[in-house]
């Protein structure tokens, strides 16, 4: 933040009067200018990626590293900014390429302090976004309140990172599929039953070695092993 004050202080009257205002009470916003004018100038100033610090970089890497395994497309935008001051690490927007200029659906990011700042005296990480209702109706096809045909339960995180690709397959082929974000197998089933899953998917270090997942039927409570391939091409039953 101090880098780039002091690289506004000397352009700071050439630019609109909003971003002079900006240059002193909030530096980032200055640049989600959207003056024309003010472009070239704004273009030239520090950029944040050559300013995140030990612990974000590495943050920052692994959410691109998610990304990209799940073949979602992604563009760094280093003046994307929100206009909360309580938003820390990654910020981002998801756009839909059918809505024209206006094409962004939602936005938001990372909160991890907000609890605290609102009293809690636990530390509470976070994430959050708000959406515009009328772009997701324009976006979204059809809706169904079908329940989910898997529940994924990564334990670990070299399990999270594969369940997100298997998540991205099943979903290829036409399964309804949700992803714990990590947490405890007690928790996870407790979990797939609130959501009525058909079945619940148990990942861990040995079944991602042993390349065979363990895959419960939650209607009959059986648990059997199945391999990849398996799991795509008819171990899911209705």
Same mark, same amino acid.
């Given at each position: ?13 050439? @630019? ?24 070239? /100038?704004? &273009? ?5 990626? &050559? ?15 998610? @990304?990209? &395994? $799940?073949? /979602? ?10 206009? *909360?001051? +309580? ?5 981002? %927007? ?15 990011? $990372? +909160? ?10 636990? #530390?509470?990480?976070? /994430?959050?976004?708000?959406? =515009? ?39 290829? %082929?036409? !399964?309804?599929? %949700? ?6 197998? !007690?928790?996870?089933? %407790?979990?797939?039953? !609130?959501?009525?899953? #058909?079945?619940? *998917? /148990? ?9 065979? +997942? ?6 009959? =409570?059986?648990?059997? $092993?199945?391999? $990849? ?10």
């Amino acid at each position: 933040m101090e880098k780039l004050r002091e690289a506004l202080r000397p352009v700071a009257s050439s @630019l609109c009067d909003d971003c002079q205002r900006r240059a002193e009470t909030n530096p980032l916003r200055v640049l989600d200018c959207k003056v024309p004018e003010d472009q070239p /100038i704004i &273009d030239q100033l520090p950029s944040i990626l &050559d300013s995140l610090c030990e612990n974000c970089a590495p943050h920052f890497a692994a959410v691109q590293r998610y @990304l990209t &395994d $799940r073949g /979602i497309a992604f563009e760094i935008r280093p003046r994307l900014v929100r206009g *909360l001051d +309580y938003y820390m690490r990654t910020t981002f %927007e998801v756009t839909h390429g059918n809505l024209g200029a206006q094409n962004s659906v939602l936005g938001g990011g $990372r +909160y991890d302090g907000l609890a605290e700042l609102l009293g809690s005296p636990v #530390r509470a990480p976070g /994430i959050g976004f708000s959406i =515009g209702e009328d772009r997701l109706v324009m976006t979204v096809d059809q809706t169904s309140d079908a329940k989910p045909d898997v529940f994924v339960a990564p334990l670990g995180e070299a399990a999270l990172a594969h369940a997100g690709i298997l998540a991205r397959d099943l979903r290829r %082929e036409g !399964k309804s599929v %949700e992803v714990m974000a990590g947490g405890k197998l !007690k928790r996870a089933m %407790e979990l797939a039953n !609130k959501l009525g899953a #058909r079945y619940a *998917l /148990i990942l861990g270090d040995d079944e991602i070695a042993a390349g065979q +997942y363990s895959l419960k039927d939650m209607q009959s =409570g059986e648990q059997h $092993r199945v391999t $990849r391939d398996e799991l795509l091409n008819g171990a899911l039953r209705p």
